[in-house]
């Protein structure tokens, strides 16, 4: 039982690796767990199918907010940002995907819209990187940086979610933290983020790259329709100004990003930034964009749904306690291990989290770790794998972005570089925050 959650895991890996379609490869590796787990075929895809709705919120309000996103980029209103980039930034790489990280940075905080703004932005951006020969792998990666280690670091905007998480868990288990007290534990795993990311803009990929065509395939919209030689401000960008800023309050509000989005869209009809009869139009390329995003958070919320009722996660956590001993240095190293395979699979910090703190609070105690150690345990634990996952906004976000003319492959050029300049210095940092706090 204990092995159910390794092998699952490397099915989904090595089938993404493979290039097959990330919904088959969850589908295959729920079924893996399930069967290994005792269950028939029938049961392991009645379960996978009963847990769908535990994302159903977020894989609408994505659709949504890719409708509201193709609707804002035919306004042309990005069209001033593109300008001002070339105008700028011509030439300077690194400080484009920097500029990147910064903004990607500010939808988790201070504007917590999280991945809502990448459609938006990124599309008409393309163009921009081809000509400069920006490697897509490095803008994945400073967008994956800024969909992350804000929330890491920050008990702020979807900061004060996770950090709140982990003081409840902790709380429940007889450990007394405030938000601020984890962020100062989590302060040493974020740095290890901020390394990767200087890694891979400065380093790994600092080197000129031409996108491979088709090799994203999907469903694409037309990139040159997205990019207007000139800007000249009217009416309708007034009101899409307005239109976002009404989603974003309404979001903030409500704290719904379904709502966000209609207003949004709402505000664009009424005022007619856009026509009615375009409606339809819009909402076929909004699915086309963010459509596949949603299905994948539907599965994977039906994976972690096979892998938490059948008992697979407990089983891999207890069998790693009975042989990792009394040695400090080694259990952590463990459990940031099984932390980055549970993420992985379920490909959400904030979903793992509440898995992994009943379980790993005993095990640390019992092994002395103090309260801060502990603390950075578990929400490095929970923040492994989510960048670098197939199934993780973190990774579908800029993907959905990078890849809207079809030339981003979601694996290889999202997924393995995230993962590479992430992933590994979260384990080093994390273990070291845990040895030294």
């Known amino acids: 039982m204990e092995w159910v959650v390794v092998v699952s895991v490397l099915v989904l890996i090595i089938l993404s690796l493979l290039r097959l379609n990330v919904v088959l490869a969850l589908i295959a590796a729920g079924i893996v767990a399930g069967v290994m787990s005792g269950l028939s075929f029938v ?3 009645d379960l996978l199918v009963s847990g769908m709705g535990g ?43 920097l500029l990147l990280a910064g903004i990607a940075s500010l939808s988790q905080n201070a504007i917590p819209v999280h991945i809502a703004f990448i459609p938006i932005l990124i599309p008409p951006l393309l163009k921009l990187f081809n000509k400069m020969r920006i490697d897509r792998r ?7 940086f800024g969909l992350k280690a804000p929330y890491v670091m ?38 290890g983020m901020v390394v990767g990311l200087f890694v891979a803009i400065f380093i790994t990929y600092r080197k000129g790259r031409d996108p491979v065509k088709g090799s994203g395939g999907g469903t694409t ?38 709502l ?28 086309g964009l963010m459509g596949m995003i949603a299905f994948i958070m539907l599965v994977a919320s039906g994976y972690g749904t096979v892998l938490s009722e059948t008992g697979a996660v407990d089983a891999l956590v207890k069998a790693s306690a009975g042989f990792i001993g009394d040695n400090q240095a080694v259990i952590a190293f463990i459990l940031l ?8 699979g379920i490909g959400s910090s904030f979903g793992t989290i509440p898995i992994l703190v009943a379980l790993y609070v005993p095990i640390c105690l019992a ?40 030339n981003h492959n979601h694996i290889w050029d999202t997924v393995v570089p995230t993962f590479l300049h992430y992933n590994i210095p979260l384990i080093i940092f994390g273990w070291v925050a845990a040895m030294i706090l």
């Open 43 to 45: 049961d392991t895809v």
């Open 55 to 97: 994302q159903a919120n977020t894989a609408l309000s994505y659709i949504l907010l890719g409708a509201f996103a193709i609707a804002i980029s035919y306004t042309g209103i990005t069209s001033f940002l593109v300008n001002f980039v070339i105008d700028k930034l011509s030439g300077k790489r690194a400080t484009i995907l």
């Open 138 to 144: 490095a803008v994945a990666a400073a967008l994956t």
């Open 154 to 191: 920050l008990p702020l905007g979807f900061g004060a979610i996770f950090h709140g998480i982990i003081v409840d868990g902790l709380a429940e288990n007889g450990i007394e933290l405030t938000a601020w007290d984890t962020a100062f534990a989590m302060l040493i795993p974020g740095l």
């Open 221 to 258: 919209v037309d990139i040159e329709a997205l990019n207007q030689e000139d800007f000249a401000f009217n009416k309708k960008h007034f009101f899409t100004i307005i239109a976002i800023i009404a989603a974003l309050v309404v979001q903030i509000i409500t704290q719904n990003l379904i």
């Open 260 to 287: 966000g989005a209609l207003a949004g869209l709402l505000v664009m009809f009424v005022f007619l930034v856009v026509p009615y009869r375009n409606l339809d139009k819009i909402m076929t390329e909004g699915i």
């Open 337 to 344: 291990l099984v932390g980055l395979l549970v993420t992985m």
């Open 367 to 406: 092994a002395g770790f103090s309260p801060l150690a502990i603390a950075a345990l578990i929400g490095t634990a929970g923040a492994l794998g989510d960048a670098g996952s197939p199934a993780s906004d973190s990774t579908l976000g800029p993907t959905s972005g990078l890849n809207a003319d079809g």
